[in-house]
C-alpha cells in the first residue's frame, strides 16, 4: 500500500460528507490532493482550505472521457497518481413506483458507470509505474439490500462485485481495490431519512477515519462501523421470516419508507431529482 505523505490521491465527490472528511484526513497525514466534484468552484474552493498541497478539478464522473482528461489535468499539475477515492455517489430512495426513469438511470451512471470510468481513467498510468489503489465506496445496503432502496442498493451491490473481481483482474498489474461499506452515515445523503435503532449511525468523519486506516493497513475491505462486517456474513445464512423479524426489531424495515419530504427537499433539488 502507498505512503500517504507525499501520494498524490484523487478524491472524487470531495466537497462535502464522506469526501470532504476523507481530504481533511489525508491532508493531516501530508497527501497532495486533487479535489474532484461536480461543481468546479466549490472543488476549488474547497482545495484552498485543506492544510496541504491541493488542487481543485470540475467533472461529472458519468462522462468517461471527461474523467480521462481530469486525470491527466491532476498527473499535469501534481504528478503521478497513487490513489484513487471513488466516492462520488447519489441516494434516491422510497418505494420503487416513486422513482422515475430517469432517476434510476441517473443513479447507475454515477453510483456504478462512474467509478468504472475512474478505474478505465486511471489504469494506464497505474499500470505504467508498476501499481497504485483504487478505493471504491459502496455500501452496507450492498451486502443487506434493504426495502425501499432496490435500486441504490442494486448499484452498490455493482460496486462491490466490480471492486472484488477488478481484485483479482488487475492484481498482477500492482492496482490494488479496497471497498467501504458504511452503514447510515450523517450527512446530506441520508436527510429525512430517520435513524435506525441498530446498527448505530456513524459520522463522515468515522468513515474518513476507517477509510484511512484501511489504506494504511492494506486492508481489501472496510466497514463502519465494524459490525456491519458481522451482520454482512450473517444475513445470507437467516431464513426470510427472521430477517423480516430481526428488521422490524431495528426499524430497518421502514427505515426508508418514512423520509421527511421537507427536510429532504434540498438534496433531491440539489442532486437533479
Known amino acids: 500500500m ?31 490532493l486533487a479535489i474532484v466534484d461536480l461543481d468546479a468552484d466549490a472543488a476549488k474552493a474547497c482545495a484552498g482550505e485543506l492544510s496541504c498541497e491541493a488542487q481543485g478539478f470540475g467533472l ?22 497513487q490513489v484513487l477515492v471513488n466516492n462520488a455517489g447519489v441516494m434516491h430512495v422510497g ?22 470510468n475512474g478505474v478505465h481513467a486511471v489504469r494506464p498510468s497505474m499500470r505504467t509505474q508498476g501499481g497504485g489503489l483504487i478505493v ?30 477488478l481484485r483479482h483482474e488487475l492484481h498482477d498489474e500492482g492496482i490494488r481495490f479496497m471497498g467501504v461499506y458504511p452503514g447510515y452515515v450523517r450527512t446530506e445523503l ?16 468515522q468513515v474518513a477515519a476507517g477509510l484511512v486506516r484501511g489504506i494504511e493497513k492494506g486492508r481489501a475491505s472496510v466497514y463502519v462501523p465494524a459490525s456491519g462486517r458481522y451482520m454482512s456474513l450473517l444475513r445470507p445464512v437467516l431464513p426470510f421470516r427472521i430477517t423480516r423479524f430481526i428488521g422490524g426489531l ?20 440539489r442532486t437533479g431529482r
Request: with cysteine; aromatic share 4%.
Open 136 to 165: 471504491n465506496l459502496a455500501s452496507l445496503v450492498a451486502r443487506i439490500p434493504l426495502p425501499y432502496t432496490a435500486a441504490y442498493s442494486a448499484t452498490k451491490a455493482g460496486v462491490a462485485g466490480l471492486t472484488e473481481a
Open 60 to 81: 461529472d464522473i458519468r462522462d468517461a472521457d471527461a474523467f480521462r482528461s481530469c486525470i491527466s489535468a491532476v498527473e499535469s499539475t501534481l504528478g503521478s497518481i
Open 2 to 32: 502507498p505512503e500517504l505523505s507525499g501520494s498524490v490521491i484523487v478524491i472524487t465527490g470531495a466537497v462535502r460528507g464522506i469526501g470532504r472528511c476523507c481530504a481533511e484526513a489525508m491532508a493531516q497525514k501530508g497527501a497532495r
Open 250 to 269: 431495528t426499524g430497518t424495515m421502514e427505515l426508508f419508507n418514512q423520509i421527511d419530504e421537507k427536510e429532504r427537499a434540498h438534496y433531491r433539488t
Open 95 to 116: 418505494p420503487l413506483d416513486t422513482l422515475s426513469a430517469d432517476v434510476e438511470h441517473r443513479m447507475v451512471q454515477t453510483n456504478l458507470l462512474g467509478i468504472l
Open 190 to 205: 441520508t436527510s429525512g431519512v430517520p435513524l435506525p435503532r441498530f446498527p448505530r449511525a456513524v459520522t463522515p468523519e
